[in-house]
């Protein structure tokens, strides 16, 4: 009996613990636009969770734009998550003066929840098939090398 119990309970914890699960979502760019996670499903995607308030974020801006500049044209997607930022037209004011190059989505509380984000910002890298590769918390002064190195790992396993 004790042996079940035990099979049971390693089952819950294997079968409750899916990093490669990541939750689908369906949010507003800025133009308007609806962008569906389903429509990212064959790319590999750098979603990064910020806000307009949050320091740490904004300093992530010119390695963001570097690395949609670089991967762009082999199929890798960068996608701002903007949470906690008033409405798009604010947002979009912040994108102008920050010049970010690549897509901003407007975020809300049921996509942080989802996501299990708790501070920003949160970077996940997803690869094909919409798998979570890694997440980043926070800043660090290797984050960004440490993701075109995830990109490069993820192009070379999906030729």
Same mark, same amino acid.
Not at 29 to 44: N, P
Not at 57 to 77: A, T
């Given at each position: ?9 390693? =089952?819950?914890?294997?079968?409750? @613990? @899916? *990093? ?6 369906? /949010? *507003? ?17 750098? /979603?990064? =969770?910020?806000?307009?308030?949050? #320091? +740490? ?6 390695? /963001? +734009? $570097?690395?949609? &500049?670089?991967?762009? !044209?082999?199929?890798? &997607?960068?996608?701002? /998550? ?6 798009? !037209?604010?947002? @979009? &004011? ?8 690549? %897509? ?8 942080? !929840? ?7 910002? +949160? ?7 919409? &798998?979570?590769? $890694? $997440?980043? !918390?926070?800043?660090? #002064? ?10 490069? %790992?993820?192009?070379?396993? $999906?030729?």
């Amino acid at each position: 009996m004790r042996a079940l119990i035990l099979v049971c309970i390693l =089952f819950a914890t294997a079968t409750a @613990q @899916q *990093p490669d699960s990541v939750p689908q979502f369906s /949010l *507003p760019q800025l133009d308007g636009q609806t962008l569906r996670s389903a429509e990212l499903k064959d790319k590999v995607v750098i /979603l990064d =969770f910020w806000a307009t308030w949050c #320091e +740490n974020c904004v300093s992530e801006i010119p390695d /963001l +734009n $570097k690395l949609e &500049k670089e991967y762009s !044209s082999r199929g890798v &997607k960068v996608v701002g /998550l903007a949470v906690q930022s008033g409405w798009a !037209s604010d947002i @979009q &004011k912040f994108v102008k003066q920050y010049d970010m190059r690549y %897509t901003v989505l407007v975020g809300n509380d049921d996509t942080v !929840s989802d996501f299990g984000v708790i501070s920003f910002p +949160n970077t996940y890298v997803i690869g094909p098939g919409w &798998k979570l590769y $890694k $997440k980043y !918390s926070g800043v660090s #002064e290797t984050k960004a090398a440490d993701i075109q190195r995830d990109i490069e %790992t993820l192009l070379k396993t $999906k030729r």
